[in-house]
Each structure stands twice: as C-alpha cells, then as structure tokens.
C-alpha cells in the first residue's frame, strides 16, 4: 500500500496529557498538510510543510499544538496538555509538487483523538 | 468564517437516478475547486476537480459545474449508484495549496 499512512488509528487521553501523531506521507511527495475535522464539518486547514520547511500555520494551531517534519519524510503532530475540545480526527495528506495535479491532496485515514 | 458552504447536510436518491450536490463560496481568491468523497472510518478521497478558467469538467459518470458569477459550483452523479452512498465533500483553494472544505453533504442511494 502506498497511500498516505497515519498511527494510531485512535487515541483515547486524559485531559492535561501529551500526545503524538505521526503521519507517513506517499514517497514522492514533497508536500504534507495537517487538517483537524470535527463532528459535523469538513476538515479545517491547520499547518503545511514543504520538504521540511513548515511554510504556514492556521491560528487554530495554539502554542500547545507543534509539528515537524525532520529531513522532510514523515511528519509529526503533537499536542501538549490536551483538552477536550481538541477532540477530533486529525487528518495528515500530501501531494506532490509542479501543477501536473493542481492541488489535489491525498489524505490518509487520519487519527480519531478522544480527550476524556 | 466559513468560506465554502454546502447548505444540504443530505442527500437521499434511487439508484439510477441523478444525484445533484451543491457548493457555495464567498471567496472571490478561489481559482481551484474539487469535490472528495469520504466513506466512514476512511480519509477523504479525491474525485475530480475544475479550474476557475472553465465551467464544466467531467470523468465518466460525476461532472463538475462551475458558475463564477454565482459563485457556485455543482456535482452530478450519473447514474447514482450504491457505492456513491458517502459523504462529499467540496473544497476549494486560492492558490496557497491549503483547503478551504464545505461541511460536506451525505448522500444516500436507495435500492
């Protein structure tokens, strides 16, 4: 399989705890995005990353939430001192560089996060 | 301040029938739009897409319509199957390769 790979799957916390995400984008892509969906929403845009450099990040991203992509392969998501609203599928996706696709992302099938 | 919108949380169609989905967006920026289609404990998939320079793009049964004066674009799926029964979603982008996504539209296809 050579898709967009995301671990875990799930993650049931307590509230205050650390947690981290780890997303595998598909090899040839150079470019890795961070999404966060709630119940009832569409994924809402969080931080982007072009090889390793992180290029944008939304304002949803708080200072407790941080997110690197070491030698510009796999990234990782982590979020310190959850709380309960940071409850929510967290979704990774990348896509290649040049226009051949404009934009078209490839989403992995993302960490579900319950924050107790 | 949700930029894209889709104001139909479902859709309910026979099988063989035309499913219609609906997108709306404010942002005149936008010169990118696609729709993903999302089954349950899976990511969003992509399934096609259209270019602010055109107003029709189409692959096999789904074709994309787009009215810039409206601000509007549109899915047809022809003829609607039960594998089309997921929840899509549209999305759109201003050439910043970040997404902007509607809160999507389950669609429903009966036997």
């Known amino acids: 399989d050579t898709g967009v790979s995301q671990d875990p799957r799930h993650k049931i916390t307590k509230r205050g705890q650390n947690v981290t995400f780890r997303c595998d984008p598909i090899?040839?892509?150079?470019?890795l995005y961070w999404y966060r969906q709630t119940l009832g929403q569409g994924p809402e845009f969080l931080t982007y990353?072009?090889?390793?450099?992180?290029?944008?990040k939304s304002r949803l991203l708080s200072d407790r939430f941080s997110a690197e992509r070491p030698k510009g392969s796999f990234s990782t998501l982590e979020i310190q001192r959850t709380e309960q609203g940071d409850s929510a599928m967290y979704l990774c996706?990348?896509?290649?560089?040049?226009?051949?696709?404009?934009?078209?992302?490839?989403f992995g099938p993302g960490t579900r996060l319950t924050v107790l | 301040d949700q930029q894209v919108k889709q104001n139909s949380p479902s859709l309910s169609v026979q099988e063989g029938r035309i499913s219609i989905l609906n997108c709306d967006y404010t942002?005149?920026?936008?010169?990118?739009f696609l729709w993903y289609k999302k089954y349950p404990a899976e990511g969003p998939t992509f399934l096609i897409s259209?270019?602010?320079?055109?107003d029709k793009n189409e692959d096999g049964r789904f074709t994309v319509f787009l009215n810039k004066s409206a601000k509007h674009l549109s899915l047809h799926i022809v003829p609607s199957q039960p594998g089309d029964s997921a929840v899509y979603f549209c999305?759109?982008?201003?050439?910043?390769?970040?997404?902007?996504f509607g809160a999507g539209t389950t669609v429903t296809v009966r036997a």
């Open positions: 990353f072009q090889n390793e450099a992180q290029l944008e």
């Open positions: 996706a990348s896509s290649p560089s040049g226009l051949a696709i404009y934009n078209e992302q490839f």
């Open positions: 999305a759109a982008s201003a050439n910043d390769y970040k997404l902007s």
């Open positions: 942002n005149s920026m936008f010169d990118y």
């Open positions: 259209i270019s602010s320079i055109k």
């Open positions: 090899s040839e892509h150079n470019r």
